[in-house]
């Protein structure tokens, strides 16, 4: 018999039929409504597969499926999940690291060079025809500029590595020090002050929440400009519209939010930033090895071999 698998949204389609012919995929997209189908199957169901962008996996979830014994997370970030209860009772968690790295630190790049170089703007001042009456207000050179990254991960040292390409110094901070050829900065405050790009690539969760404050953002100064592609709880969103409206800080590059996919209304009409909808792995390429990593853990867990890319618990 094939066993139960609770999904939150589906895998693009080739690893969607993976998913569909190896288990019994209760999809919650499809489910007028989801809390009854959890009830209605809360003891056969063994797996959940989880992504970042709907309902977290919480203790009240993980506590009411008695069988559960794995969660398969799609997206590297896990912070929608409660690990300690995930432990509490016993279940793997698994993510999809890796695989989404190079089009992640892209999207960091991407962004950069929009908000700095005013690309979005650019595109729109030759559709609109503006062209004609003038020429479009000059923008802001990236190359001889600091690069500060916040995280020095796959990801984060996957920016560095493009964002020196365009011939800027970088800096980070991190948890430690790290064997890297870049200055490193135990004080964010200091770091803020000595770039011209802050970068976000650290984890979500609770040590990172409103790691950027106004205090910070005014560190970043009326020149500098930010870029998150982590998540949008390491910013205080207030402190940032207001740092925007202030011009405290030049500009900024925006993947993630607080609350996705609801984005400030004030910030939508602002023309110092570049706004994405938390697109970073969002490429067929990308989202088909997630997938299929995904397939490949539940698969390994199942078999009794070792995940591919276990989440360490919390002890
Ligand atoms: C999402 C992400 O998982 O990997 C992550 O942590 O935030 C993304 O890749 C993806 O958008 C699916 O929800």
């Known amino acids: 018999m094939r066993r139960t698998i609770l999904a939150f949204q589906p895998l693009l389609d080739n690893e969607m039929r993976q998913l569909d012919r190896e288990y019994n995929v ?11 189908l959890i009830k209605k199957n809360a003891n056969d169901i063994q797996a959940i597969l989880s992504t970042y962008n709907s309902s977290g996996v919480s203790d009240r979830l993980i506590s009411a499926l008695p069988n559960l014994e794995i969660i398969a997370q799609f997206g590297v970030g896990y912070d929608n ?21 190079d089009d992640t630190a892209d999207v960091a790049l991407f962004l950069m060079l929009n ?6 703007e650019a595109d729109m001042f030759v559709r609109v025809g503006r062209w004609h009456s003038g020429s479009m207000p000059l923008s802001t ?5 600091t690069v500060g990254i916040v995280g020095l991960g796959k990801i984060g040292r996957a920016i560095a590595m493009r964002a020196q390409a365009f011939n800027t110094r970088i800096i980070y901070t991190s948890r430690s020090k790290k064997d890297v050829p870049y200055t490193y900065y135990d004080d964010l405050g200091k770091m803020a002050q000595d770039c011209n790009f802050l ?3 650290c984890a979500g969760g609770k040590e990172t929440k409103n790691l ?5 953002l005014k ?4 020149k500098g400009y930010l870029i998150n592609i982590s998540r949008g709880s390491v910013v205080n969103e207030e402190d940032l519209l207001i740092a925007l409206r202030n011009q405290a800080i030049a500009g900024a590059g ?7 996919p609801n984005v400030p209304e004030e910030m939508i009409k602002m023309d110092n930033v570049v706004l994405s909808p938390h697109v970073g792995s969002a490429t067929i390429e990308t989202r088909s090895k997630m997938g299929q990593l995904v397939l490949d853990n539940l698969k390994a867990y199942f078999d009794g071999k070792p995940l591919l890319s276990p989440v360490r618990l919390v002890s």
């Open 26 to 36: 209760l999809k919650l997209w499809e489910a007028n409504d989801p809390v009854s």
């Open 81 to 101: 999940i409660d690990l300690q209860a995930a432990e509490k009772h016993g279940v793997a968690v698994t993510n999809t690291p890796n695989v989404l790295t």
């Open 219 to 222: 560190k970043l100064g009326s």
């Open 199 to 201: 970068i976000l690539a």
């Open 141 to 145: 050179s990236i190359s001889g500029k």
């Open 254 to 260: 925006l993947d993630v939010f607080a609350d996705e």
């Open 212 to 216: 950027i404050t106004y205090n910070i």
């Open 115 to 120: 908000v700095a170089r005013r690309a979005v």
